[in-house]
């Protein structure tokens, strides 16, 4: 069964920093693209960042300079390093993987075929 699980939310001040994880089960993630997206309650979906299967990375402007997306294939799994938090980084946070070998990824969200359960990320004093 193919599978991706977020974890490493969680309840953080303003001007902290937190590290999710999206670690994939049941295909390797060496040919996929991998984004990170996140949706506030009465917003919509947006992406945040996402990385290619060859590395090129992409980030939506709210979030440069204070977002940090890596893999490690090794261990099937991403990461999103968040400095900086600010209050209106608040959401649920989900990583998606969009099969695309060799390819730039996208931030939008249409193209991506996996999606996990989502990992909620407070930022709050």
């Known amino acids: 069964q193919l599978q991706l699980v977020e974890s490493g939310g969680g309840l953080v001040q303003p001007g902290g920093s937190l590290r999710l994880s999206c670690a994939a089960s049941g295909f390797t993630l060496d040919s996929y693209a991998i984004g990170w997206f996140r949706q506030a309650p009465g917003k919509e979906r947006e992406g945040v960042s996402c990385?290619?299967?060859?590395?090129?990375?992409k980030y939506a402007d709210s979030v440069k300079g204070r977002f940090t997306i890596s893999r490690d294939n090794a261990k099937n799994t991403v990461y999103l390093q968040m400095n900086s938090l600010k209050p209106e980084d608040t959401a649920t946070y989900y990583c998606a993987a969009d099969y695309l070998p060799g390819r730039l990824c996208f931030l939008g969200f249409g193209s991506y075929d996996y999606w996990g359960q989502g990992t909620q990320v407070t930022v709050s004093s």
């Open positions: 990385i290619s299967s060859s590395g090129p990375t």
